[in-house]
């Protein structure tokens, strides 16, 4: 069992940045591939960034290559997603998630451990 807790979440204007944070409570954390997915109001839960055990490989949607970036710190247990020239089109609640399996690492479905989520807004 791993429990997930993300932060890093508020407020702020277009063109800003925020660092989300995701703690993990398993010690086993270096043997899951990490990803990022978040979900606008009335839309689907979509995937955002998602990056290996070890850190050497990550993937990113379309819609935010060059504006965040992944990372993992595993001796502290912790995922991180860098964001920054922030779109309006950002806002959402963002996601931290955690598998076994390189496989399909951009589905949600894939992913067997969730976050609460953490509130990102950002205003023109």
């Known amino acids: 069992q791993v429990q997930l807790v993300e932060s890093g979440g508020g407020l702020v204007q277009a063109g800003g940045s925020l660092r989300l944070s995701c703690a993990a409570s398993?010690?086993?954390?270096?043997?899951?591939?990490m990803g990022w997915f978040r979900q606008a109001p009335g839309k689907e839960r979509d995937f955002v960034a998602a990056i290996r055990w070890s850190g050497s490989t990550t993937n990113y949607a379309d819609s935010v290559k060059g504006r965040f970036t992944i990372s993992r710190d595993n001796a502290k247990n912790t995922v991180y997603l860098q964001m920054n020239s922030l779109k309006p089109e950002d806002t959402a609640v963002y996601y931290c998630?955690?598998?076994?399996?390189?496989?399909?690492?951009?589905?949600?479905?894939?992913?067997?451990?969730w976050g609460q989520g953490t509130q990102v807004t950002v205003f023109s």
């Open positions: 398993s010690p086993t954390f270096s043997s899951y591939y």
């Open positions: 998630a955690a598998k076994r399996s390189g496989f399909s690492v951009t589905v949600s479905n894939e992913y067997n451990y």
